[in-house]
Every structure is written in structure tokens, then in C-alpha cells.
């Protein structure tokens, strides 16, 4: 499996707090992602990087924002969490082996995140 | 990005292959093939990706048909273990995003 881990692994929090949400990999790779899961909706895309303070925006980035400053931490920042917001987070992580293609995504176990 | 077809839902005895369809009639040129799975309450799991040809490696095989508007992922003795929902993604090889749009994917239930 690869190196990739979450953390919290469940959080429960109220509304209008602010949450960070970690993901750590030890597989060097360049390309880290964080995807929502919810009912009816499968994996969405919030933000991604593509490198060492490299980030941009997926498909459903807004309240949320991102940071990384090494490559081995990509973080998730919800700055005023809202009811909307409860969801399963998943991480993953990838390394294009070469261009044109794109290598596999590996993902974390997940943070399940209430937010009441 | 390509969207895809699945069935909802497949059922397959333990020990029997289980062939899982997708449909990607609008498929491009220069757009993948790709097979996750997602076991209940788990990440998703890579299992296989092609462009062109049919590939095999030691969790599946895949079968893409000559005019690449479906493919077919095969698990060759299916096992309890395999119980998960299987997400077939088409996307663009290249360019500066590397995100997987997943639809709702074929839960696939492997029984005794």
C-alpha cells in the first residue's frame, strides 16, 4: 500500500469553527489531491498540487482552502465550516511517470468530518 | 472528459470471472481508460488503465473493443474480497490536472 496517511481519521465539529485536515505521504510523489465523497455524488474534487506551494482549484473549491510547504504534507482548511461540509475527505497522490500519461492516484483511508 | 455508463449493480459467484461493462461511446482519441474500486468505507483503489490495446496485470485484465466506445474489466476468479463499487473513468493523458472524475460506479456483490 502506498504511504499515504490522514489525519484526524473522524472529527466532529460545530458550525462556523475552523478545521485542518492533514494528509502525509512518504512516497515523494509531486501530484497530492483532495476529493469529497458523498451520497449521490461519488468523489469530487476540492484542490489539488502539483508541487511544492503549486495548487489549484478542482471542482468544488469553494469555503475550502489548501496549503503545502513540503512536499511529503498537502493540507485541507475548512476556514468557517459549514453543515454543507460534512463529508468523507479522502487524499491521494500521484507521479506522472511520463508526459502524455498519467500514473495511478493512490488514496488515504479517509476523515469522515461532522460538522453540527 | 469523456462520460461514462455502468450498470448500477452486477452480482457473480465466488470463483467465476466477473466482467464488468462500461460504456464511453464519446470517448477521444487521446483519452484512458480507467478501473478503481471502492471497498465500503475505504479509499479508492487503482486497478487498471489502457488507451489502445487490452491490458492484463495481476488484479485484472482489461478489454477495450477496437472502436474504443466500451471496454470490459475482467476479474479473472472473483472472491469475496472483491465485493466493492467499480468506477470506470475516461480522461485525458497530459495537460496540468491530474483529477479523476468518478460517476457512480458498478457495485459489484461477490456471493458464496
Known amino acids: 500500500d502506498a504511504g499515504i496517511t490522514q489525519s484526524p481519521r473522524h472529527k466532529v465539529t460545530e458550525t462556523g469553527t475552523p478545521v485542518t485536515l492533514r494528509c502525509h505521504q512518504t512516497e515523494n510523489h509531486r501530484y497530492m489531491y483532495w476529493y469529497r465523497q458523498d451520497p449521490g455524488h461519488g468523489l469530487r474534487l476540492i484542490h489539488y498540487s502539483y508541487g511544492v506551494k503549486d495548487t489549484d482549484k478542482g471542482e468544488v473549491s469553494d469555503g475550502y482552502s489548501v496549503s503545502r510547504s513540503k512536499t511529503e504534507d498537502f493540507l485541507l482548511t475548512l476556514e468557517s465550516a459549514t453543515s454543507s461540509q460534512t463529508s468523507v475527505y479522502f487524499c491521494?497522490?500521484?507521479?506522472?511517470?511520463?508526459?502524455?500519461?498519467?500514473?495511478?492516484?493512490?488514496f488515504g483511508p479517509g476523515t469522515r468530518l461532522t460538522v453540527t | 472528459d469523456a462520460k461514462t455508463t455502468q450498470p448500477t449493480s452486477m452480482d457473480c459467484a465466488e470463483g467465476r470471472a466477473a466482467n464488468l461493462p462500461c460504456n464511453h461511446s464519446t470517448i477521444s482519441g487521446n483519452e484512458y481508460v480507467y478501473w478503481y474500486r471502492q471497498i465500503h468505507s475505504q479509499g479508492p483503489q487503482y486497478i487498471i488503465h489502457g488507451l489502445k490495446n487490452n491490458e492484463t496485470n495481476e488484479m485484472a485484465s482489461l478489454i477495450i473493443t477496437e472502436d474504443r466506445k466500451s471496454s470490459t474489466l475482467i476479474l479473472p476468479h472473483a472472491t469475496l474480497r472483491d465485493t466493492a463499487v467499480y468506477y470506470c473513468?475516461?480522461?485525458?493523458?497530459?495537460?496540468?490536472?491530474?483529477?479523476?472524475?468518478f460517476g457512480k460506479g458498478t457495485k459489484l456483490s461477490v456471493k458464496p
Open positions: 473513468i475516461v480522461r485525458v493523458g497530459g495537460g496540468s490536472q491530474g483529477n479523476l472524475i
Open positions: 491521494a497522490i500521484s507521479e506522472s511517470k511520463w508526459a502524455g500519461v498519467w500514473d495511478e492516484q493512490y
